[in-house]
């Protein structure tokens, strides 16, 4: 079956530090794959994503590259801010019978950025 | 920006009792999900939802949980008799089409405490 892998929590760094969060995943078939974010009290917003292999994924200064070689979908930023703390969520999702799309979600990783 | 909404945002409830939790999706979307995290875990599917009938669920969608659209807003997800371990976070989704790489919104989620 689908899996998603990510590294554990939390990761605390200081403003404008470099951002690395690891996820690799298992996968039956093709996916695509997907970075959600949870803010402290919100929902699960998509970050980006990448629908095929060498695709990168991008926004708010975040991105992820889909490397279909070592099956690896790691987050990035170069600078991250105070108001990048919150929960960071790799999935994938591959095609079903049954219609609709379903995500297989990583554990989460919280992410706190201090001052 | 249209959002997917979802009341009550937190709800208490004895163990078997019955509870209702509603979601209304983005208005042009066709495909409907729940998905629930229990406290410090994944986020897992429960269900996906597209005309008018379910499309697929997982083994944690037993009989005691149950969905419908009532009318041409509404998504509900019905628990029959609430177990201890059914206390989690419920989040309700809607995307616009199936195919796979298509986002997927996720309303902010209902969270569930059975005592």
């Known amino acids: 079956g689908n899996s998603v892998t990510q590294m554990e929590g939390p990761v605390t760094l200081s403003e404008e530090a470099f951002l690395t969060i690891n996820c690799t995943y298992t996968?039956?078939?093709?996916?695509?794959l997907f970075w959600y974010v949870q803010y402290p009290g919100e929902g699960l917003q998509l970050l980006l994503k990448?629908?095929?292999?060498?695709d990168k994924g991008s926004n708010k200064g975040f991105e992820a590259t889909y490397r279909k070689e070592t099956t690896s979908f790691h987050l990035e930023k170069g600078s991250v801010q105070v108001s990048d703390s919150a929960v960071y969520f790799c999935?994938?999702?591959?095609?079903?019978?049954?219609?609709?799309?379903?995500?297989?979600f990583g554990t989460g990783t919280q992410l706190k950025v201090e001052l | 920006e249209p959002e997917v909404t979802q009341t009550p945002s937190h709800q208490v409830t004895q163990m078997g009792q019955e509870v209702i939790l509603r979601c209304v999706p983005i208005?042009?979307?066709?495909?409907f999900y729940w998905y629930r995290q229990i406290l410090g875990q994944k986020v897992e599917f429960l269900v996906s939802?597209?005309?008018?009938?379910?499309?697929?669920k997982s083994e944690i969608f037993d009989d005691q949980f149950s969905v419908e659209r009532p009318d041409g807003s509404n998504f509900t997800l019905k628990i029959r008799s609430t177990k201890l371990e059914d206390s989690a976070m419920y989040f309700c989704?809607?995307?616009?089409?199936?195919?796979?790489?298509?986002?997927?919104?996720f309303g902010e989620g209902s969270w569930l405490t059975v005592v």
């Open positions: 989704a809607s995307s616009d089409k199936g195919a796979l790489g298509n986002t997927i919104y």
């Open positions: 996968a039956t078939g093709y996916p695509s």
């Open positions: 990448a629908t095929k292999a060498d």
């Open positions: 999935a994938l999702s591959d095609r079903r019978a049954g219609g609709g799309n379903k995500l297989t």
């Open positions: 208005s042009n979307h066709l495909y």
């Open positions: 939802f597209y005309n008018n009938e379910i499309s697929e």
